[in-house]
């Protein structure tokens, strides 16, 4: 599990193919890292295989590689790094869990006085989870949607967020995945079973 606030931003340092998918090598600034730990990489939760003081491996399943764009990244990226949160963690965001539902596209990116305004493209298959003030995750950034209509949404990024994340390297046409809030998922799951029990009892 993860909170959507970003840690720390890495270059991808290496891409390397293989028969059943894709791996990278990242840089890093962490202090320690694992082998086996997850890691949330532009909100994709994947694996540590292998690792160094100054880089660490994942490896992308042809999945992850079909339904994400780090199929398509390449050496000189930046991506979003968060590690799972410990036990004993501060809970500063909202509750991610890095399974993207789908990719939207950056379609207008505005300053705003000291902020930045992006706007993004609302792929139909998550319009019902993204909500006015409700939460998404975006590259792994936890973010309050700031408004919405049929086909895009919107979000406020102060300066802090701007300058620690890769959105600073977001252009119109680029992409970026999307999550939505997990706990409106559940709402919805519990709201169907009970429905469909009345139904039944009609």
Not at 38 to 58: A, D, K, M, P, Y
Not at 76 to 102: I, M, S, Y
Not at 122 to 130: A, C, F, S
Not at 173 to 200: F, N, Q, T, W
Request: hydrophobic fraction near 40%.
């Amino acid at each position: 599990m993860f909170t959507g606030i970003v840690e720390d931003t890495g270059e991808i340092r290496a891409v390397m193919a293989t028969e059943d998918g894709r791996r990278l090598r990242i840089d890093h600034g962490f202090e320690a890292l694992h082998h086996g730990q997850s890691i949330s990489v532009s909100g994709v939760c994947l694996t540590v295989e292998r690792f160094t003081e100054e880089w660490f491996e994942v490896f992308l399943a042809s999945e992850t590689v079909e339904k994400t764009y780090l199929g398509a990244v390449e050496a000189g990226d930046v991506v979003n790094l968060e590690r799972a949160l410990a036990a004993d963690g501060r809970f500063d965001g909202h509750l991610v869990q890095g399974h993207v539902d789908t990719t939207a596209v950056v379609a207008d990116v505005e300053r705003v006085g000291k902020d930045w305004r992006y706007t993004f493209s609302l792929p139909p298959e998550v319009g019902q989870y993204v909500v006015s003030k409700g939460s998404v995750a975006l590259d792994g950034i936890s973010l309050t949607v700031a408004a919405r209509d049929e086909e895009t949404f919107a979000v406020a990024i102060i300066p802090t967020t701007y300058e620690l994340t890769s959105l600073s390297e977001k252009e119109p046409g680029d992409p970026i995945h999307v999550e939505v809030d997990v706990v409106a998922k559940y709402v919805e799951s519990m709201l169907e079973g009970y429905l469909a029990g009345v139904d039944e009892r009609v």
